[in-house]
């Protein structure tokens, strides 16, 4: 589990293709820290470490990760946001996230407000019933709040801590981005499906 507040942003060195899985080399300054088979979120996508070079470390996601993310989009020399799991004894700054992305998303707009940045993003109709206005949305793994909530459309604001300390700045209309919608919406939905 995470909390959406990332903790650093890492670089990919090196990507590796086996069958149908994916490897990817990752630089952070986090790495010394990891331990072989610990889960960290990349950019909303929950990957166990398999491998550490001092600050170098390895992941692989399957076929069914690259198909419902954008880690197929990754590319050498990309920068990606990174966070460890929450520890349960802390403060939860952001919101739960489960690291397990439901989609992607289309950036349909960058504006820049005099310091501040707003985006918006398209996103499959079918997911529509798991946002509500001024909810909590995993965007590329970062906890943020949606507003002007369409059928199929939402926006988030960021404010500049944010755009300088996550890999959100590299954002541009018509980037595909990871979403996880909240885990608590998700289960309300279900039950009301069964009803």
């Known amino acids: 589990m995470f909390t959406g507040i990332i903790e650093t942003v890492g670089i990919i060195t090196d990507m590796t293709i086996q069958g149908s899985n994916k490897s990817f080399w990752i630089k952070s300054d986090l790495a010394p820290a990891f331990k ?45 946001n990174i966070e460890r799991c929450m520890i349960m004894n802390g403060r939860l700054d952001g919101h739960i996230v489960q690291g397990h992305v439901d989609t992607t998303a289309n950036c349909i707009a960058r504006k820049e407000n005099n310091g501040s940045w707003e985006f918006s993003f398209a996103y499959p109709k079918a997911f529509a019933q798991l946002l509500i206005e001024k909810g909590s949305v995993a965007i590329n793994g970062t906890s943020l709040t949606c507003f002007n909530l369409e059928e199929n459309k939402f926006t988030v604001a960021i404010i500049p801590y944010t755009f300088e300390h996550t890999s959100i700045n590299k954002i541009v209309a018509g980037s595909i981005v990871n979403i996880e919608f909240d885990v608590i919406g998700k289960y309300i939905a279900r039950m009301q499906s069964l009803k």
């Not at 996508?45 to 399957?62: G, H, P, R």
């Not at 197929?72 to 990309?78: A, K, Q, S, T």
């Open 36 to 80: 072989i088979d610990q889960s960290i979120s990349h950019e909303g996508v929950c990957l166990t470490v398999e491998e550490i070079q001092n600050d170098i470390y390895k992941v692989t996601a399957i076929e069914e990760t690259l198909k419902k993310t954008n880690l197929n989009n990754w590319e050498i020399g990309e920068k990606i």
